[in-house]
């Protein structure tokens, strides 16, 4: 598949479950700030993803939190330089570009962009 045919069965999962607009589901937009996820519809996107694609996601895959619950990857809210190299690897499909400046983990939510999911779907079919 191409990456444009990944997006665009991406962009109706999201649709789907989030109950958006099409033309809100651009490449940038993120699936909390701009689409107004929420923890429990990442469940449902994972589940809608599966579906539409025909493969196993395993969350912490697609969406590794579990990493920032963890205290030896988090001090003081920010995430560590050992946490950031974690999340570098286990997310290649993510730009942590803008992350990496303050690390707060209350903006981790922002690098979970459309594009960010596209990719890594892409990866994966």
């Known amino acids: 598949m191409t990456e444009n045919e990944v997006f665009e069965k991406v962009r109706t999962v999201l649709e789907d479950a989030l109950g958006v607009d099409e033309d809100e589901v651009t490449k940038d937009a ?3 700030g701009d689409l107004g996820a929420e923890s429990i519809d990442f469940l449902d996107i994972v589940f809608r993803l599966e579906k539409s694609f025909d493969i196993k996601i395993d969350q912490a895959e697609l969406f590794p939190d579990n990493v920032l619950n963890d205290p ?13 190299a974690l999340l570098k690897e286990r997310m ?11 690390r707060d983990v209350e903006e981790f939510s922002n690098v979970f962009t459309v594009q960010a999911v596209t990719r890594f779907i892409q990866a994966r079919v």
């Open 30 to 32: 993120t699936l909390v």
């Open 72 to 84: 030896a990857y988090v001090q003081d809210g920010k995430v560590t330089d050992e946490g950031f």
């Open 92 to 102: 290649p499909h993510a730009d942590l570009d803008g992350f990496a400046d303050n």
